[in-house]
């Protein structure tokens, strides 16, 4: 039997799946093409600010909740989405 993670290492792990799937270090020049759909720049800025935000709270020896991991993984997928239709993610 395969034992869940503990809530600080579900958003640790859904952190880190994040910062590896988003192209955070992509220049901005590649970011703001001629025809964005919607902003990428401020989506990719957003979600950042969020996981910074839950990075220094769980190190700080907060433990984020269930609903709190959910609401980040469901505002990472409709960024994701925004981030696919301007071809900056596959």
């Not at 993984?73 to 239709?85: E, I, M, P, Q």
């Amino acid at each position: 039997m395969i034992k869940k993670p503990d809530c600080n290492t579900a958003m640790l792990n859904l952190i880190t799946s994040v910062r590896a799937d988003f192209p955070f270090t992509v220049p901005e020049a590649n970011i703001c093409g001629i025809s964005c759909i919607g902003c990428p720049k401020k989506l990719l800025e957003l979600v950042d600010t969020e996981l910074c935000e839950w990075e220094v709270k769980i190190n700080n020896g907060d433990t984020p909740k269930l609903g709190e991991i959910s609401r980040l993984a469901k505002l990472c997928k409709n960024v994701r989405r925004g981030l696919k239709r301007n071809n900056l993610v596959n």
